[in-house]
């Protein structure tokens, strides 16, 4: 079976540091994905990760461990337009399909 | 601009009608997705489309049929639409050539089935 977890609403103050982390069991793995989605829009291409390790793109950083089935999405210096939620989804076998997670839903307060 | 659009953005609808909600492309992909997406439940595959001759059914393929037209075109249709099929449906492209399969997604559409 397929399956991937996400903590399901996390909250954090403007200015801060927050982990979003991803659990994932998947028959076959070519790459994990993070996208951004805010309330009723499309959902955004945030990050890839295909091998194990640390990619950072400006504030966003995402990590993936291939042999734990773990990945987290790391937001730095949060901002209110941060506010959303973050779909995890993983490539599966043959680069065929996207499995997604049910999101995390981020709220950024003052 | 290279995009995904979807259309009608909005549609309510009545219990037994057809519904065919059509997506474009001009990013060039050969790759077409639809999902829907419920509160609490993620974005789930529906059907997806390699290229014009070919059609896969995903997760939830039960009272959704759809039509590739063209490279271009990808459209879904609801044959009775029920209110359970109420629902925010997204259209995505990929290209295979990639070898990423990085999607990019439409802006939605609302269906609401009464």
């Known amino acids: 079976g397929q399956n991937i977890d996400q903590p399901t609403e996390m909250t954090a103050t403007e200015g801060a540091i927050v982990q979003i982390n991803c659990t994932y069991q998947?028959?076959?793995?070519?790459?994990l994905f993070w996208y951004q989605q805010h309330a009723g829009e499309a959902p955004t291409f945030l990050s890839y990760?295909?091998?194990?390790g640390l990619e950072e793109k400006g504030r966003f950083s995402s990590f993936l461990s291939r042999s734990k089935g773990y990945s987290y999405l790391l937001l730095k210096e949060l901002q209110m337009k941060d506010s959303a939620s973050y779909l995890c989804?993983?490539?599966?076998?043959?680069?065929?399909?996207?499995?997604f997670g049910t999101g995390t839903r981020l709220l950024v307060s003052p | 601009d290279a995009d995904v659009t979807q259309t009608p953005r909005n549609r309510i609808t009545k219990t037994g009608k057809r519904i065919m909600l059509e997506c474009s492309q001009t990013?060039?992909?050969?790759?077409m997705y639809w999902y829907r997406q419920d509160p609490g439940l993620g974005l789930q595959l529906i059907y997806y489309?390699?290229?014009?001759?070919?059609?896969n059914k995903g997760e939830i393929s039960d009272g959704y049929s759809v039509s590739r037209q063209a490279q271009a075109k990808f459209s879904l249709s609801l044959e009775s639409a029920i209110p359970n099929q109420t629902a925010l449906y997204f259209c995505?492209?990929?290209?295979?050539?990639?070898?990423?399969?990085?999607?990019?997604f439409g802006p939605g559409t609302r269906l609401t089935v009464l």
């Open positions: 995505a492209t990929s290209a295979a050539e990639t070898g990423v399969n990085e999607q990019f």
């Open positions: 998947t028959s076959g793995f070519n790459g």
């Open positions: 990013k060039g992909h050969d790759r």
């Open positions: 989804a993983v490539n599966g076998r043959g680069f065929q399909k996207l499995v």
């Open positions: 990760n295909v091998l194990d």
């Open positions: 489309s390699f290229d014009v001759k070919d059609i």
